[in-house]
């Protein structure tokens, strides 16, 4: 009797600990993975392509990406894992990356801001979102297409590598257009 209690609470209490991690808004968690990218190191694809732009870009270049989360379907702040991949591999300085850490609370309002320009420009380019990119110095955009169903940048970038995983972007300086 005391064994079947012991296993019975150790049960109800492992369900306990870890329901969180496998049931989000009443669906299977496993069920909501959009890529297969590892967390921490993602997909043999996804390193493939930032490995590309670490090989073709200049060290001084500043990166723009459509990625934050290790779950590409969430957004800042909501995510518990936040996505650094691009700058540890590709080792180029980001618009923003790693958005929320602690003591930063006012920086908030630009990190929102800068967030907000790149997704506008993955999900569907402009005139204004191409310039505001441009006046913060941002020569390369990784389109991570987990997390946008865009796949023409036309007249505003040109698609330099592309896989699987997404795109490596080089944006077009806007006389070029």
């Not at 929102?112 to 941002?138: C, H, M, N, W």
Request: net charge negative.
């Amino acid at each position: 009797m005391v064994a079947v209690l012991l296993i019975s609470s150790g049960t109800i209490g492992s369900y306990a600990a870890f329901a969180s991690g496998f049931y989000q808004d009443g669906v299977s968690y496993n069920l909501l993975h959009v890529d297969e990218a590892d967390t921490i190191t993602g997909s043999l694809a996804y390193r493939e392509m930032l490995i590309w732009l670490r090989d073709h870009s200049r060290t001084d270049d500043i990166v723009a990406t459509n990625r934050y989360c290790s779950d590409s379907y969430q957004s800042p702040p909501d995510c518990l894992a936040l996505w650094n991949l691009t700058s540890a591999i590709s080792k180029r300085q980001m618009l923003v990356e790693g958005l929320y850490p602690s003591q930063s609370d006012d920086l908030s309002l630009e990190r929102e801001k800068r967030r907000l320009l790149i997704k506008q420009f993955v999900d569907g380019p402009s005139d204004a979102t191409q310039v505001a990119l441009l006046s913060y110095d941002v020569r390369w955009v990784v389109a991570d297409f987990a997390a946008t169903q865009n796949r023409s940048w036309d007249g505003f970038a040109d698609v330099r590598f592309t896989n699987t995983a997404g795109a490596i972007l080089e944006l077009k300086k806007a006389m070029e257009k």
